[in-house]
């Protein structure tokens, strides 16, 4: 039996990186996964690479989380097809980083938006389900750069901006059975990262040798370690643990 058996995941921004990572984890220990992303083919393509337990299933869903009706509509499919949901992962992200002279206001309401309202509309599509069978787990990915990050004024206040997100849904959500917290990564292999480097022109490698060097671990994150994090926050082991956010960051925070 595994700690996800009859359990429906869903994971927003999950076709590659973190998103990916947390969606394989959770299916290997039994939930049935649904995989949201922008890109409908994407989702659908990585759907299919999830190695599943018996019994469960996959399906890949475009969706605009930035948009209110279709977040409840991705919700609504995920429980006609996969029968439920249980756990909500609030991945999806992107950066659009700048020096605070040089940033849009484009730049700036993209980076609130995608983080914060595509978090509030699939939590809210979410939370009714969840309320009426007094159970559910929602996990938000933070970051490390919420605590300040040269050139990530808007990445920075929208990340920090999740953390106090999510100790409002354990305040609000916690006496219908529903646990809120959140994951703050630090430096993480994965496409975004490699293409930070490329727009510092440097090469991938390079970006990860100088953040192992300034982590105390001495190591860069794959998201296998965000997973394993996300893997017990979302179970029912981590039952009394809710409005919390985890650095899961090689110690970087610690500097």
Request: charged share 20%; aromatic share 6%; glycine share 10%.
């Amino acid at each position: 039996m595994g700690r996800y058996d009859r359990r429906v995941a869903v994971i927003t921004g999950a076709a590659r990186g973190i998103g990916f990572g947390i969606a394989q984890r959770l299916a290997s220990e039994g939930a049935s996964i649904a995989i949201l992303d922008l890109d409908e083919a994407a989702a659908q393509e990585a759907a299919g690479r999830l190695e599943l337990a018996d019994g469960a299933r996959a399906v890949g869903i475009g969706c605009d989380v930035v948009d209110t009706a279709a977040a409840e509509a991705a919700v609504q499919r995920v429980v006609d097809e996969l029968g439920g949901i249980h756990v909500l992962v609030n991945n999806a992200g992107i950066t659009r980083d700048n020096l605070l002279f040089k940033m849009t206001e484009e730049d700036w309401d993209l980076v609130m938006n995608v983080h914060l309202k595509g978090v509030f509309n699939m939590t809210k599509a979410a939370q009714s389900r969840f309320v009426e069978q007094k159970y559910g787990k929602i996990l938000n990915l933070s970051s490390v750069s919420a605590l300040g990050n040269r050139g990530q004024a808007n990445y920075s206040a929208a990340k920090m901006g999740i953390q106090g997100l999510t100790r409002t849904l354990g305040i609000e959500l916690g006496p219908f059975g529903i646990t809120a917290n959140a994951i703050a990564p630090g430096f993480i292999v994965t496409e975004m990262t490699d293409a930070t480097a490329r727009r510092l022109k440097m090469e991938p490698e390079e970006l990860q040798r100088l953040n192992a060097e300034a982590t105390p671990v001495r190591r860069v994150g794959q998201p296998e370690d965000i997973a394993a994090a996300a893997a017990f926050l979302c179970s029912d082991e981590a039952s009394f643990i809710t409005g919390q956010t985890l650095y899961v960051d090689g110690g970087r925070k610690l500097g």
